[in-house]
């Protein structure tokens, strides 16, 4: 069927078929661009880290204007006074700034938060790593050591921790330290989990293939892409944790008056509950939107930092 | 049968099929312009590679295209019925009763926790109004056919006490439960091992023989194409480029993607110290070229293919989606006609219905 | 490909007998197995998956040794053992005169010493040894740039100089076919093909020898399949390479290889020159093997021998020869007893050529011709 005149390749123009090289470019973006776009494009989470943001400016900004108006009693007012700027949640029996206690109250409830997930994410990842990493027997010997952990009543614990020394040491420390040592073990988890799987990864054994190190291969190439999981659990778990401490306080357990915290604000507002029926809910909603705000950015942030997770509408 | 071709009836028809996807980075053109028909008894082979649409086209006859995903225009007819604007419970009942699909990986298609027994009785139960035990009777008689040995006690087994050969098997049986006239092999041996792939294409090709159905087989292995195809569609980037028998596509290929693909598998038996390439890379669906989607990799690139080609006819049924003339040389237009004779001449061209 | 290295001399045709100085990586009966563990701790042993169970082979400096099989065969456990990616069972494993491993089998009389290369020597060893993996995606850190990744070996062994680090990354770059300038891109931003390159630009920073690549281009499409394949047979010209190549598709293997090593089940069936083995094969595996590939050319619809049954679990594989339980040639002998009973060792046939098959001599144009005619297909009652 060819004729003499049949075209050879090439000969026509071969100018239609340069630069294939740059067409070839799936897209321009590095991992955390792609990890960006993923986070933004899910309004939830962004609403989440909106959100959070405004709670902690909250608590850094309001309790420094305010100096000390979250304690300071002023018996010259009261719950009858009308709201202004200076004091838009109004005064409570004692005369204290509703507000300005509030605010120290969230401070203090997101302190607890923040230091205690730390506690558990640095616990948890090298609890975790070593687990995975090692394998085998000492590995099983650490996880049944997390069973443990995790079959005693964490609450309990908790409690028996502050009741019992409490009163010695300042009890934000000890609701900080108990919850850490409590709450660690899903983190280990997860990052045993991610350890194991990465350990066997196509790209963790091309490293070694190169020759690199061990220390090179944790630090370089498997405590990175198993961080992602650890940051979820932990921003998951600030919302534990203020809850924890919220119940702690509730229960007359945690930080105590005159001290301000979400959770004996919550205790003190109980008193009132039928003539100030307001004074339930603005520790109540406060505590909603800390919760609130941690999960939807934890969650928001886990299906922005899978790696494997293509870009979908 | 070159030219019977165009006369013959076709089992299925499909005609300008358009699926697109509206993403989140713009829209996926993934089935841009599909036409084939698939004669009855007859088995076509769609032959691409990844992302080239030939699934979609597959999952697009079966109407099992989901959001984000539609069928946004074209007609699919089989068996002269419209199978675009059917009502979904008369879709339901043509879908594995007369046209049947089996996918590449048989464990995902399986539901884990039923006996394979029973996923068959039940499929052939949904079809028509036999009682339970006769349905199972059926779908153990179905497993001896496709060839599981102690067929009896494999059917109260689970999905994951079987070898992946077994399962396409099982899945080959419940595809077949309902003798359809058409049947949708979705690269239905490629998961698999040789001396595996070698059983289930001698099976499939006895079951077409022994029912008389069509198959629309869908790979990227030309080898199994070759084997079981009586004709053989090659898709590119969303398109059709290049249709006819099978002797005529190996033989005697036009298009220059064709062309391409044939010469650079390495084959059994002519070692070559260099492969003939393809270069460049399939196109970015998100970005594809204006006129032919080929032309960056095309050898053969001419100003004129800045222009869409028309699906032509090079000789009776034998189709393809390029400007070079049907003799192989340079195009009857000129190598760089105006845009406006291109459009004309495309219109000329393009030939409707494959 | 076939190159004949300029560094040593071409091996004398026809010949098994590999003389030490041409061998680059020899592999003395290699043992690997997967302990399946289980019990109420899941510490006691309850079997053992014997991915591969004695193999022994060498590689001649500057050949293209391939290893074919299906799956389960043991072929990329074995890639990764000689790459001490695993810890082997037992078995030696020398490359270019440094022992990597050598570990006494189980009961092995006299009793000796395992022994290991040190850390520092095995270090040396990598440098010399890379390997090119499957799967371009999962094989590239996806949070690491096209340069960290291509420089990674030689900043490990060394290279601490950032600019000459970045001269040795762009020159690699352009030997595989990559745009020096996208030396900062990510792995995701590359199609298959590409990243592909990227695993072979990043095996060759070391300036090797020997590279074991597995299965390099099975995740590729057609088209792209070619482009690799060359520049795999461009590089071993070029820089006198030697490789394992790892793949299941005969005809890429054939396609790049000097010889072909065919596994089942965890042993080596038959080793002999590309030639040989792929217009005479010598063992009845091989053959339904060969038999089994569709070709793409729709007038030589061939006719196949269809092995019966599936691929046993090589956590318990058969007795004697692994392959008697789908064996067509056992069933045209009249099931003879040997072949269950004893296990076959790999033969000398001559000419290079090596099969582990009693009956090989069994195997005639008569035979395979009764043996696909008898493997009608499966329902009896086709047209």
């Known amino acids: ?313 | 049968m070159t030219q019977a071709r165009g006369q013959q009836d076709a089992l299925l028809e499909v005609a300008d099929l358009r699926t697109h996807f509206a993403t989140a980075d713009g829209l996926v053109k993934a089935v841009d312009g599909v036409s084939l028909r698939i004669r009855p008894r007859k088995t076509l082979g769609v032959v691409g590679e990844s992302g080239c649409g030939k699934s979609i086209t597959a999952l697009s006859i079966m109407r099992l295209i989901e959001r984000p995903g539609r069928i946004v225009a074209g007609s699919i007819k089989f068996d002269g019925q419209e199978l675009t604007t059917l009502p979904d419970d008369e879709m339901r009942n043509i879908r594995g009763n007369q046209i049947s699909m089996i996918f590449q990986e048989p464990m995902t298609s399986l539901n884990p926790v039923f006996t394979c027994g029973d996923q068959i009785a039940e499929a052939v139960a949904e079809h028509s109004n036999i009682p339970k035990k006769a349905a199972w009777d059926r779908a153990v008689e179905m497993l001896g056919q496709v060839g599981i040995p102690d067929a009896k006690r494999r059917a109260g087994e689970h999905p994951h006490q079987l070898s992946g050969g077994m399962r396409q098997r099982v899945m080959i049986a419940m595809a077949l439960s309902t003798d359809p006239e058409l049947l949708v092999a979705d690269e239905p041996t490629t998961a698999l091992d040789v001396t595996i792939q070698a059983q289930i294409l001698e099976l499939m090709k006895a079951l077409r023989e022994k029912n008389g159905m069509a198959i629309m087989l869908i790979t990227h292995d030309l080898g199994v194409v070759a084997e079981m195809s009586d004709d053989v569609a090659v898709m590119y980037a969303g398109k059709i480029v290049e249709a006819s028998d099978a002797v005529t596509v190996f033989d005697h290929p036009h298009h220059p993607y064709t062309r391409g693909l044939l010469a650079s598998i390495p084959r059994m038996g002519h070692r070559q110290e260099r492969l003939e390439v393809i270069k460049g890379v399939v196109p970015n669906p998100l970005n594809l070229p204006s006129g032919c989607l080929f032309k960056r990799r095309c050898p053969y690139a001419m100003p004129i293919c800045d222009n869409q080609p028309p699906l032509r006819e090079i000789t009776p049924g034998h189709v393809s989606r390029c400007w070079i003339a049907p003799d192989g040389g340079r195009p009857e237009l000129g190598e760089a006609p105006t845009a406006a004779e291109a459009e004309s001449a495309a219109q000329t061209l393009t030939v409707v219905n494959p | 490909m076939r190159a004949p290295n300029t560094l040593t001399q071409p091996p004398a045709v026809g010949s098994v007998g590999v003389s030490e100085a041409d061998t680059l990586v020899r592999v003395d009966n290699l043992v690997k197995h997967f302990e399946i563990r289980g019990g109420l701790l899941g510490v006691s042993n309850i079997g053992a998956v014997k991915a591969v169970d004695g193999v022994s082979f060498s590689v001649k400096r500057g050949e293209a040794l391939g290893l074919v099989g299906e799956s389960g065969c043991g072929k990329t456990t074995l890639g990764k053992v000689i790459l001490r990616l695993l810890p082997a069972t037992s078995g030696r494993v020398v490359m270019d005169g440094q022992v990597l491993f050598d570990i006494p089998a189980k009961g092995e009389k006299p009793q000796r010493q395992a022994l290991y290369a040190s850390k520092e020597a095995m270090k040396k060893v990598r440098q010399n040894m890379q390997v090119v993996f499957q799967d371009p995606y999962a094989s590239l850190n996806p949070r690491m740039s096209v340069g960290e990744l291509v420089g990674e070996g030689p900043l490990v062994h060394g290279m601490k100089d950032k600019k000459e680090r970045e001269a040795l990354v762009r020159d690699m770059l352009n030997r595989v076919g990559l745009n020096q300038s996208h030396i900062h891109r990510y792995p995701h931003e590359f199609s298959g093909g590409q990243r592909q390159r990227i695993g072979i630009a990043r095996a060759l920073a070391l300036h090797p020898d020997f590279i074991v690549c597995d299965e390099p281009v099975s995740a590729l499409d057609v088209s792209i399949q070619s482009q690799v394949l060359n520049l795999l047979n461009d590089l071993q010209v070029e820089l006198g390479l030697t490789y394992l190549f790892i793949a299941h598709n005969l005809a890429v293997v054939e396609h790049i290889s000097d010889r072909v090593g065919v596994m089942y089940l965890g042993k080596m069936v038959e080793l002999a020159n590309v030639d040989d083995i792929y217009a005479n094969p010598r063992h009845p595996y091989t053959v339904a093997l060969l038999s089994a590939v569709p070709e793409p050319d729709p007038h030589r619809r061939k006719k196949r021998i269809i092995l019966k049954g599936d691929i046993p679990s090589p956590a318990n594989p058969p007795s004697g020869c692994r392959f008697h339980t789908r064996c067509w040639l056992r069933e045209q002998l009249g099931r003879p007893e040997r072949c269950e009973a004893e296990e076959p060792e790999l033969r000398d046939l001559g000419g290079g050529q090596q099969a582990a098959c009693h009956f090989t001599e069994e195997i005639s144009a008569t035979a395979v011709g009764n043996a696909v005619s008898s493997s009608a297909p499966v329902p009896s009652s086709a047209t």
Not at chain 1, 138 to 155: C, E
Not at chain 1, 159 to 166: R, Y
Not at chain 1, 264 to 291: C, E, H, K, S
């Open chain 1, 1 to 313: 069927m060819a004729s003499t005149e049949t075209i050879r390749p090439g000969e026509a123009s071969p100018a239609g078929a340069t630069d294939f090289d740059e067409v070839d470019l799936v897209s321009v973006q590095t991992y955390w661009q792609l990890v960006r776009r993923r986070f933004m494009r899910n309004r939830t989470a962004v609403f989440g880290l909106v959100l959070l943001s405004i709670l902690v400016f909250s608590a850094i900004f309001f309790p420094f204007i305010g100096g000390d108006a979250w304690h300071l009693t002023d018996l010259t007012r009261g719950p009858t006074d009308p709201i202004s700027i200076t004091a838009p949640l109004g005064y409570d029996n004692l005369g204290i700034n509703i507000f300005f206690r509030l605010m120290k109250g969230l401070q203090t409830s997101l302190i607890i938060g923040f230091f205690a997930v730390l506690i558990i994410a640095g616990i948890g990842t090298a609890f975790g790593s070593i687990s995975g990493y090692v394998g085998g027997k000492v590995d099983n010997l650490m996880m049944r050591i997390v069973d443990v952990v995790l079959s005693l009543p964490g609450f309990f614990l908790i409690l028996m921790l502050v009741a019992f020394i409490g009163s010695v040491v300042s009890p934000m420390v000890v609701i900080i330290v108990a919850i850490g040592i409590t709450g660690w073990t899903t983190a280990a988890r997860l990052v045993r989990a991610e350890f194991l799987r990465l350990r066997e990864s196509d790209f963790v054994q091309a490293a070694r293939a190169l020759g690199a190190s061990d220390s090179r291969i944790i630090i370089r190439h498997m405590v990175p892409s198993a961080m992602a999981p650890v940051l979820v659990a932990a921003t998951l778990g600030i919302a534990d944790a203020v809850v924890t401490e919220a119940a702690l306080s509730f229960l007359g357990y945690g930080i105590k008056p005159p001290d301000a915290s979400l959770g004996n604000m919550l205790t003190g507002a109980q008193d009132y509950f039928y003539r100030q029926p307001l004074w339930i809910y603005y520790p109540g909603i406060t505590l909603i939107l800390v919760v609130l705000a941690a999960s939807f950015l934890g969650d928001g942030l886990r299906d922005a930092l899978d790696p494997r997770q293509k870009l979908e509408a």
